[in-house]
């Protein structure tokens, strides 16, 4: 039999969308915070000079400083307030969920609930201070040795940086938060999105323009756009897949009462990683480019040489590409998936997987599917990833059209969507109970 929860999804109307106040004052709030990050892009850093900047740009586009550039909405490209964006912040995080794993006292404030988790994002924080400043730094002393970048070289220029960067970062990090508190979304996520879709329609209009000039032909830009529709299309089944694992639960009685067993499923995703993965395994691939082109050609005969075997569209870069992304794969998975702590939980409220044992065999067997799915979602990754890359490669197309920007501006949408549905599907609730109410109360 279908639920009522089920049925009222069936028959959800976005044209509720109009009598939610609450959903609609979220939606203006974040489109609100979004407006105010794309301002910050363009308040560029005191003490740059705007025509040296782009020149080195154009050499560091291909490097890393081109990834950073995309995920923060051209704010590197100008140098602005906003240029570290949201990176410190997520790498923080990440680190943090990696030290949980290893380290017992951070387990244990993991498993405190409200108040632990208060007191992770507390240390998250605290590390995303230090990152940004070590990122920052670094940013000031790249820019002074490349050529006559800075007008006034020297550590007040350095402290400014610092400051402003770090400042902008920690910035963004308490936007994100306040759009994850009071408005609809993940903030972080949203931040990122929002850099990358502000960038696309530019990225468009270049991509035609090169078209008109004759550098790449009509039959290659519609064949990328009829790429990426097909990959939006496959990201969004894959990204909907899921392994549901029939979860029994007995008999009990409370009182004199006895209870029948239910039946619930636990969902697996495929993709439990996320967009971490192309993330990582692109910002690793190109740090010895960006090295080399702040070097201008002056660095170890070995690096010049790892850069020109691992360069962008070389063989060797997209098999390390696939190679990296399947290990993120599988890495960030166990991270954030604890068959064993999955396991005990279901033991303490009586559930159990049929003709499987509660306890350890149940971890073992979550663990076994868990690995399989997730050969599974990691080709799927690889495969998101590596054709756009070919495709950019080979046909010289502008970096936005990469199918790590796909994967994020995909997978946030459908995650914004779906929030949007759980505060309607609310509403809707909310009404029927208030209708309920009335008609007992007339019934009186």
Not at 333 to 354: C, M, S
Request: net charge positive; glycine share 10%.
């Amino acid at each position: 039999m279908v639920s009522a929860a089920e049925q009222l999804a069936a028959n959800l109307n976005f044209g509720a969308l109009g009598k939610a106040e609450e959903l609609k004052k979220r939606i203006w709030f974040t489109l609100g915070a979004l407006i105010v990050y794309r301002l910050g892009t363009y308040i560029p850093m005191p003490g740059i000079n705007p025509d040296a900047l782009a020149d080195v740009f154009k050499n560091a586009q291909q490097g890393i400083i081109g990834l950073f550039n995309m995920f923060s909405g051209g704010a590197v490209e100008r140098m602005a307030i906003f240029a570290l964006n949201i990176m410190p912040y997520i790498s923080a995080s990440i680190i943090i969920q990696l030290l949980t794993s290893v380290s017992p006292t951070l387990e244990a404030l993991k498993k405190e609930g409200e108040a632990g988790r208060k007191q992770l994002n507390q240390y998250t924080r605290y590390l995303t201070v230090v990152l940004a400043v070590f990122q920052a730094y670094g940013i000031s002393v790249g820019l002074e040795g490349s050529g006559s970048v800075v007008a006034d070289p020297g550590w007040f220029f350095r402290i400014t940086t610092v400051i402003t960067l770090t400042g902008g970062t920690m910035f963004l990090m308490w936007l994100g938060e306040q759009i994850t508190s009071r408005g609809i979304g993940n903030g972080t996520s949203l931040i990122i999105f929002g850099g990358i879709v502000a960038e696309l329609p530019g990225a468009f209009v270049r991509t035609l323009q090169l078209g008109r000039e004759g550098a790449i032909s009509t039959v290659v830009i519609l064949a990328a756009l009829l790429m990426a529709v097909v990959v939006i299309a496959f990201i969004v089944f894959m990204e909907r897949a899921q392994r549901r694992l029939l979860i029994q639960y007995p008999k009990r009685q409370v009182g004199n009462r006895i209870y029948e067993g239910q039946s619930s499923h636990l969902p697996l995703k495929l993709n439990t990683s996320g967009v971490i993965p192309p993330i990582f395994a692109s910002s690793l691939l190109l740090i010895p480019t960006t090295i080399a082109s702040f070097m201008q050609g002056s660095g170890p005969e070995w690096l010049q040489t790892i850069t020109t075997h691992i360069g962008h569209g070389r063989p060797a870069y997209m098999v390390l590409y696939v190679l990296l992304i399947v290990f993120f794969c599988f890495f960030y998975t166990a991270i954030v998936f604890n068959p064993v702590e999955t396991a005990d939980n279901l033991k303490k409220h009586g559930g159990f997987i049929p003709g499987i044992r509660p306890g350890e065999r149940t971890a073992e067997y979550i663990d076994y599917v868990l690995t399989r799915i997730t050969v599974v979602g990691a080709a799927y990754i690889a495969a998101v990833c590596l054709f756009p890359e070919l495709l950019i490669s080979y046909a010289s197309l502008p970096f936005y059209f990469g199918g790590t920007s796909l994967l994020i501006v995909v997978s946030v949408t459908m995650d914004t969507v779906s929030q949007i549905q759980g505060h309607l599907l609310a509403h809707q609730y909310e009404g029927l109970v208030k209708k309920a109410k009335l008609r007992g109360g007339r019934r009186r």
